[in-house]
Antibody, heavy 122, light 105 residues
Framework: QLQLVESGGGVVQPWGSLRLSCAAS????????MHWVRQAPGKWLEWVAT????????YYADSVKGRFTVSRDNPRNTLYLEMLGLRAEDTAVYFC???????????????WGQGTLVTVSS | DIRMTQSPSTLSASVGDRVTITCRAS??????VAWYQQKPGKAPKLLLY???TLENGVPSRFSGSGSGTEFTLTISSLQPDDSATYYC???????FGRGTKVEIK
């Protein structure tokens, strides 16, 4: 059974840092691009970052570029999001999601984790 | 950046009604559009991809159409379980629409 489980969320002060993890199981993790998506309280979904299967390509939303870093550990089946310089507007539930395609292209997000809440507040 | 303008932001309809949600892209994105359903406190669920392909296990009352810049999600006969927020997404560069909240009258 395919599963994505996020962890690492919590309360952090402005300008602080946090690292989120997403543990994957039930599929061949190293074959798929992976994504981070966030949702501020009461708001819509916002794509945050994408990483290719071999980490050769990484993409970021303008709102997080230069502050967030997406990475992965394929032997450990784990996706990460390192967040630095956190701002109040980064407060959101962060979801990891799996790409549908395993053929080197990007596709829709077919499986999602349950999300982890990040709150940036003094 | 490609913007996805989704409408309406909310709609209220009765069980059995036909419901249509529209998404307009700021530039041509071919058929690279997906639709998701999200219920409160839950992760989004993929309904359709490539504009009109139904994901496995999704009821056939859901359908999608469009290409280029105009896309629609249709629920042919609204059911109580369809009360949720629906999002379009273009996966050329992954932006989402702002969602349509569907309420049952």
């Amino acid at each position: 059974q395919l599963q994505l489980v996020e962890s690492g969320g919590g309360v952090v002060q402005p300008w602080g840092s946090l690292r989120l993890s997403c543990a994957a199981s039930g599929f061949i993790f190293r074959d798929y691009s992976m994504h981070w998506v966030r949702q501020a309280p009461g708001k819509w979904l916002e794509w945050v970052a994408t990483i290719s299967p071999d980490e050769s390509n990484r993409y970021y939303a303008d709102s997080v570029k230069g502050r967030f870093t997406v990475s992965r550990d394929n032997p450990r089946n784990t996706l990460y999001l390192e967040m630095l310089g956190l701002r109040a507007e980064d407060t959101a539930v962060y979801f990891c999601a799996k790409d549908r395609d395993s053929g080197g292209y990007y596709d829709a997000f077919d499986y999602w984790g349950q999300g982890t809440l990040v709150t940036v507040s003094s | 950046d490609i913007r996805m303008t989704q409408s309406p932001s909310t709609l209220s309809a009765s069980v059995g009604d036909r419901v249509t949600i529209t998404c307009r892209a700021s530039q041509n994105i071919g058929s690279w559009v997906a639709w998701y359903q999200q219920k409160p406190g839950k992760a989004p669920k993929l309904l359709l991809y490539k504009a009109s392909t139904l994901e496995n296990g999704v009821p056939s009352r859901f359908s999608g159409s469009g290409s280029g810049t105009e896309f629609t999600l249709t629920i042919s006969s609204l059911q109580p379980d369809d009360s949720a927020t629906y999002y379009c997404q273009q996966y050329n560069s992954w932006t989402f629409g702002r969602g349509t909240k569907v309420e049952i009258k």
